[in-house]
């Protein structure tokens, strides 16, 4: 137990130190902001533009935003975040594989698979807290703009998102294990999760698909029920928790 | 009992054998020297003691256990600095140590104590910097400390002067020798004058497997040949004996050697006083480290 606190400890410091958390909450606070703010703007855009949309043929009718506006703009922004956080942190392994930091905790007699277990904690927080972060900015501005309960199934639908952001990070763990650099973490993860995307094209496959719980609009619209998204979230957290269980043994196994 | 014990360690790389049966016993508080030419494979059997590297055959035991690959529980007997020690960059020098010392469990006032007295050993004790814009030598240098925090049985070095200056080399071969009285030091090299300065017992390992392991005095008896080196006051002197001595061997201006089996020193001695040939020097071969290598590689 004292040797996984102080390996998180390490990470917590080269996370801090290397300015990595830093970033992550600027980027997630700007994306918070973002979302009511370009919600906001909507309207008086198109009104600084009705005179050339009007030449092009266009009319342009007085459009009213509400909290949906926004939220639709966090279903929208919310990938970027991920992205952004997955590209951050896919070197959280290979980094120390390719500087061999890892031996001498390990030849001090670290088991490894609390490695494993501390860089998945870290990432799991880490995302847990930027998600909801950002969350919480976009929360606190609808209500002060408009007002959150049109919006349906709210809390629901950002559960499903941050759920989704959990098996990215569950497989960034897994392949960070399986592969060596940089790009192969990246590569698999963006690969497992396109797959399931152009599975989910088949409308019959759609409602199995960890992808789905990425479509939190038709949620706060209310076009589907929150029942229909059940099977995709016991699937998604069954993956989750499969992608973690390889990487145990497949860590025990590795050459560093 | 030995400390460290290895039977017919076998290793591969894809078609490549490097270790063919390598045998091995290092006991306790000996300071065991490993040598071996470059590519020789002592790396590559130190990181199999660590328990990093996969063996295809043979077996391991640190302190009668036995070393299971990716499982490192006999990782606690055993110290270990590599050849190129790779520290967290974003960390100073004290808080890598308590890092290390967290990791084995040792007590908070312990690794207080424990790394004010190391980093002072091995002169890093000023030293506030972080870990990012230290030095070869000053890598090496707190690599000889993590690897001692925890007082571990078994010192594993893998060419641990190789970094360092003259003085450095001299300080960290003094710190070796000296804690001897509590660890056993296995370390590799091929400076061979280090050998000679500080270890008790020595192996060489060539084309896979250890030729010759022992006592450092045993082996040298063992080896010393009978050879002979005179020194002549000048050169005419010289080529005087070696008209009558066909055996001896130019070796210098006015020096030459010879072998016991070739002439006997006493029929040289007496030709020497009867021609009345000024010897400055006359002086029987120590066998050393280099000339065993040489041999053993060689072979
Ligand atoms: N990971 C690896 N993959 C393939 N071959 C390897 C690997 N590691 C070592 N080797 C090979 O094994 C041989 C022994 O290497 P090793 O590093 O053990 O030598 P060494 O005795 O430590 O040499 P040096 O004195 O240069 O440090 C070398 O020929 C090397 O090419
Ligand atoms: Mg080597």
């Known amino acids: ?256 | 009992m030995d400390m460290l014990a290895i039977a017919n360690l076998q290793k591969r790389f894809g078609d490549k054998s490097v270790l063919k049966g390598l045998d091995l016993s290092v006991p306790e508080h000996s300071v065991f020297g490993f040598i071996g030419k470059n590519g020789a494979g002592k790396t590559t059997t130190m990181k199999t003691i660590l328990g990093l590297l996969k063996a295809d055959g043979g077996e391991i035991l640190v302190s009668g256990e036995k070393v299971v690959y990716g499982q490192t529980a006999t990782n606690r007997h055993i110290g270990y600095l590599p050849d190129v020690p790779e520290f967290y960059p974003f960390m100073t020098a004290p808080e890598y140590l308590s890092f290390c010392g967290e990791i084995t469990g040792m007590s908070r006032i312990e690794i207080k104590s424990r790394s004010n007295e190391l980093l002072k050993l091995v002169g890093l004790g000023n030293e506030k910097h972080r870990i990012k814009g230290f030095s070869r030598g000053m890598k090496q240098r707190l690599g000889i400390a993590q690897a001692l925090l925890n007082r571990p049985k078994l010192l594993i070095c893998d060419e641990p002067t190789s970094a360092l200056d003259p003085v450095g080399r001299k300080e960290i071969l003094d710190i070796l020798m000296a804690v001897r009285e509590q660890t056993t030091v296995l370390f590799s090299t091929h400076i061979l004058s280090d050998v000679e300065r500080i270890c008790t017992d020595v192996a060489f390992l060539n084309d896979g497997v250890v030729n010759i392991q022992g006592k450092l005095s045993d082996i040298k008896s063992q080896y010393r040949t009978e050879e002979y080196v005179l020194e002549t006051g000048n050169e005419e002197e010289l080529k005087l004996l070696m008209n009558v001595f066909a055996g001896l061997k130019k070796s210098g201006m006015n020096t030459a050697s010879f072998r016991e089996n070739d002439h006997t020193l006493f029929d040289i001695l007496r030709f020497v006083t009867d021609n009345r040939i000024r010897l400055l020097k006359i002086e029987r071969v120590e066998p050393t480290l280099e000339t065993l290598f040489m041999e053993v590689v060689e072979k």
């Not at chain 1, 949906?68 to 392994?93: H, R, Y």
């Not at chain 1, 998945?120 to 847990?128: C, E, G, R, V, Y």
Request: hydrophobic residues 55%; contains cysteine.
């Open chain 1, 1 to 256: 137990m004292k040797s996984l606190l102080a390996f998180m400890k390490k990470e917590w410091m080269e996370q801090v130190r290397s300015g990595r958390l830093l970033i992550l909450v600027i980027i997630f606070i700007l994306l918070g902001i973002m979302n009511p703010a370009v919600a906001k703007l909507t309207p008086w855009l198109l009104e600084m533009m009705a005179d050339s949309l009007e030449a092009s043929g266009m009319t342009v009718t007085a459009v009213t935003v509400s909290a949906l506006d926004s939220w639709v703009q966090f279903f929208k922004n919310a990938p970027m975040g991920l992205i952004a956080f997955i590209l951050l942190e896919s070197s959280i392994f290979t980094k120390e594989y390719q500087s061999g930091t890892l031996v001498l905790a390990l030849t001090k007699g670290l088991d490894r698979h609390k490695v494993v277990i501390s860089k998945a904690i870290i990432l799991t927080l880490f995302w847990t807290v930027c998600y909801w972060f950002c969350f919480t900015i976009t929360f606190g501005y609808n209500t002060y703009f408009w007002d959150n309960s049109i919006a349906q199934n709210l809390f629901f639908s950002v559960i499903c998102w941050w759920l989704f952001g959990l098996l990215v990070v569950a497989l960034t763990v897994l392949f960070s294990t399986l592969s060596n650099s940089n790009t192969g973490v990246l590569a698999g993860t963006g690969c497992t999760v396109l797959v399931s995307y152009l599975i989910g094209l088949i409308p019959k496959a759609k409602e199995y698909l960890p992808t789905l719980l990425m479509d939190g609009n038709s949620l706060i619209y209310g076009t589907v029920e929150a029942r229909s998204y059940v099977t995709a979230i016991y699937i998604t957290v069954l993956l989750s928790v499969v992608c973690l269980a390889i990487s145990f043994p497949v860590f025990n196994k590795k050459y560093l």
